[in-house]
């Protein structure tokens, strides 16, 4: 019992100071002067993902490689099937209204570049560094697009959008509150990692199941609760768009940051069972998603039931 409380203590403390990095981070840039657009495309893009790279660092370290992977794979699946699933449930997303196709492209070609250089059977600095260049080459895409918006849009109604979009943006706020955020999210990323971590092994000893199962499962759910949150506000205030991109980038994230940044600390070999079986749900998972990208469909109630009970029926499976 002590190992799950400490746990959840672990993954509350992740999620509290990753929050407070992100409006750290995000104030002092604009505080400096770093462009709205540099900030919503780098820092908060990175900022939010800081759990669970910090998650897949402090695996490395603690000799835990399937927690780090399993959280990685594991958040993927979740962010499709339960992200998506469980607002839907609430109320219809109306993804038939948005365009992403350009980013669920690059989402699906950068799962099957992550499961080809898995098949190498280590992720090692090599892999690191080829999904660390097509990171670069997605940002770089959104940066022009952005551009191309900005230039399109007017400098100053531009700058108001993305001001708007960034829900940690206050461009006023004073330095000292800033030092605190900062602060309180740089000591408690590690502190929280090392927390989740220790004890999430801790649990896969005292139950006998993996450490890969644990990552897939507990871990993985738990960093997906801010996307979680995030979507069912855009469910209820009918911002579709929203939803699907918070999925879909943070998805991509995932897959090329995370584990291009992690391989830096060390090698992460593929439990074998990743191989036969989770990856090609995550795949596939992904690949649900085509219908309300290319063909808009709305995710309705019914397609909300479907993508959960698919998450339920993958959990289960995991844990028999």
């Known amino acids: 019992m002590t190992a799950w409380l400490l746990s959840g203590l672990g993954l509350l403390i ?14 002092l840039s604009l505080r400096m002067g770093v462009p709205a657009l540099i900030v919503s495309l780098t820092i908060v893009a990175f900022g939010t993902s800081a759990p669970e790279l910090l998650i897949a660092i402090s695996a490395i370290k603690e000799n835990a490689p399937g927690i780090a992977l399993g959280n990685v794979v594991g958040s993927n699946t979740a962010n499709i099937l339960l992200v998506l699933g469980l607002p839907a449930l609430l109320s219809t997303l109306h993804t038939s209204e948005c ?31 080829i999904l660390l260049a097509a990171l670069g080459l997605v940002l770089w895409n959104a940066f022009r697009e952005a551009h191309a918006h900005r230039k399109a849009c007017g400098q100053a109604c531009a700058e108001d959008e993305e001001l708007d979009g960034l829900e940690e943006a206050d461009p006023n706020m004073a330095y000292w509150k800033i030092s ?5 999210g740089l000591i408690g990323l590690p502190m929280g990692a090392h927390l989740l971590v220790e004890n999430a092994t801790v649990i896969a000893l005292t139950y006998g199941v993996s450490e890969t199962v644990i990552g897939l499962t507990l871990v993985a759910v738990g960093t997906s609760l801010p996307e979680l949150a995030t979507t069912v506000m855009a ?10 991109g918070n999925v879909i980038g943070s998805n991509m994230f995932n897959l090329l940051a995370i584990v291009g940044i992690a391989t830096l600390v060390g090698p992460i070999p593929v439990d074998p069972e990743f191989l036969r079986f989770d990856l090609w749900v995550m795949l596939g998972a992904s690949l ?8 808009k ?12 009970l698919l998450y339920a029926v993958y959990i289960v499976v995991l844990l028999a």
């Open 180 to 184: 605190i955020y900062l602060v309180l």
């Open 235 to 244: 469910a209820l205030r009918r911002q579709a768009d929203v939803a699907l």
């Open 14 to 27: 992740l999620l509290l100071a990753g929050d407070a990095l992100v409006r750290g981070a995000v104030n």
């Open 99 to 129: 365009n992403s196709r350009r980013n669920y492209v690059f989402m699906l070609l950068a799962s099957v570049l992550f499961i080809g250089l898995a098949f190498c059977g280590v992720f090692t600095l090599v892999s690191g560094a």
């Open 288 to 295: 649900l998603l085509a219908p309300f990208v290319f063909f």
């Open 297 to 308: 469909q709305d995710i309705t109630r019914t397609w909300g039931f479907v993508l959960t």
